[in-house]
């Protein structure tokens, strides 16, 4: 009779493996496309496109599912864009030529594998690319090649690169807002640990492929990991040890000879998925306004207070809205897609939208006018309108007022227009991203008032909410590769003609130095003089 302890030294050493080796020989006999290992949408795909951030990404994360799907006599046609050509370190151009060897490897033509170079794309693991940017890049190809399924990142990069989660964030918002869209598949993101044990976890994928009628595995088999060996070694700029490493073991790259990735279909209405998808993708806008620093000391002139030849920042509410709005992303995370800071004013505005930029905004949207051009609230309102139509934010947060004008009107003028509750003057800001609801608390006189309000909505910023932080040296050089769009205002319908004269505007009288007295007779008789009595 066996003793317990001999017993687990047995399960251990002989018994589990041999369960585990066999459980591999019987999954990787099986054909991969075969029906309980593939949803019938992917096996039926006759033009597949992979959608991937950087020259590389094919070799480390989709691999099997290229050689899987190519593999076959069916007559299936593969296509891969790459959105940017890895130019973080000046590369570009070598880079691309990697990728079209790499795609040769992998069964891919050269025609359909593709490398962008658009700025608006840039090669940097903490720039957050814009929805319409990938959107625009990939809509073109999806047209020009006729792709039936696409493939791509998760929501989670897979590995965490900020690149690879807005290419997937910007790929299913597509899915779920155009049905004509072609399905969208999702290469699934796994645990550090996991990573590296796809061997004792093989098992398990395959035994949820089968159960769930959204999820595909892909195995490749012993020749297939050496094609995947080669895919990678067409990257000779991008030869480190610890990629090596990664291609050699992960799950992503093999284990024992075993090439493992899972696939999972993107949450459409035209398709039944077992996944959760994240709680919300939320967008916030964040007007910002030029005005001149607080604490320099103003001249007023007849017309207004001078403006020339004096320092200018960013409208003090507008800063305090911006920090909100990156503090709300912070605690939500994954729930907030990006932030969208906006300014309508001369050239030097873009620099207030650098600064917002390095405090954590992903992009922004600059309305250039003329020099000397007044813009008054009616009409600053009336644009943030139509670039709400464009960029359909579910958030607006914007400073209660501007210390130039103080006029604070736009917000309120704002959300009559668009008809979406408000909340000014706010003091605290609680985002529930999965309910689309946001409570603000705002003082008032003797009290505290909290509001709770269903999105899309309209939040003016106190000086109370929050102190805002101080742009750091790397955000601020990695702030001047973050897209800033450039408009026109006729492209926001804007008629910036000012409808308000000012008639006259003066400084407060100096005031009087006081004069001591000696006695109440005296204040009595100055007071008489003044007349006052």
Known sequence: MLRPRRLGRLLIRRLIPLFLFLSLLLIASKDSLAPHFVPAGLRNAKSVLWVISHPDDESFFFAPSILNLLRTEE???????????????????TRRKELKGSCHTLGIVEERCVAL????????????????????????????????TVLTFDEYGISGHDNHRATSVALQSFARSDPAFPPVYMVESTPVLAKYTSLVLLLFHAIRSILSPSTALFVNSPLQYLQTRRSFDAHQSQKRWFRELFVSFSSSSALAG?????????????????????????KLLVPVKRTVDYAVKIRVG?????????????????EIAVEEAVRLREKAKDAIEKITVVSIGPAKASEVLRTALAMGADDAIHVETAEDQIVEPL?????????????????????????????????????????????????????????????????IDGGLETLKMQLPAIITTDLRLNQPRYA??????????????????????????PRLETVDMKAPPPRQGGAKVESVDEVVAKLKEAGVL
């Open 117 to 148: 170079d658009d700025p608006a794309l840039p090669d940097d693991p903490v720039v957050w690319w814009s929805t319409e940017a990938v959107e625009a890049a990939v809509k073109e190809y999806v047209e020009r090649w006729s792709i039936d």
């Open 472 to 497: 750091s040296l790397p955000n601020i050089m990695k702030a001047k590769k973050k897209p800033m769009k450039k408009l026109k205002p006729e492209d926001v319908k804007a008629d910036f003609t």
């Open 302 to 318: 007849p017309n207004g207070v001078e403006t020339k030849g004096v320092k200018h920042s960013m409208n003090p509410f507008d």
């Open 258 to 282: 075993v090439r493992l990735t899972l696939t999972k279909l993107a949450a459409q209405l035209s398709f039944l998925t077992m996944r959760p998808t994240p709680p919300s993708w939320l």
């Open 379 to 443: 009409a600053v309102a009336k644009a943030l309108k139509e670039l709400v139509g464009t960029e359909s934010p579910d958030l607006v947060i914007m400073g209660k007022q501007a210390i130039d004008d103080d006029s604070s009107q736009v917000g309120g003028m704002l959300a009559g227009m668009l008809g979406w509750p408000q909340a000014n003057f706010a003091s605290k800001v609680d985002l529930d991203a999965g309910g689309k609801q946001v409570t603000v608390s705002r003082e």
């Open 75 to 93: 007559g299936r046609i593969g296509s891969l864009l790459c959105l940017s050509v890895g130019n973080h370190e000046g590369l570009g151009q």
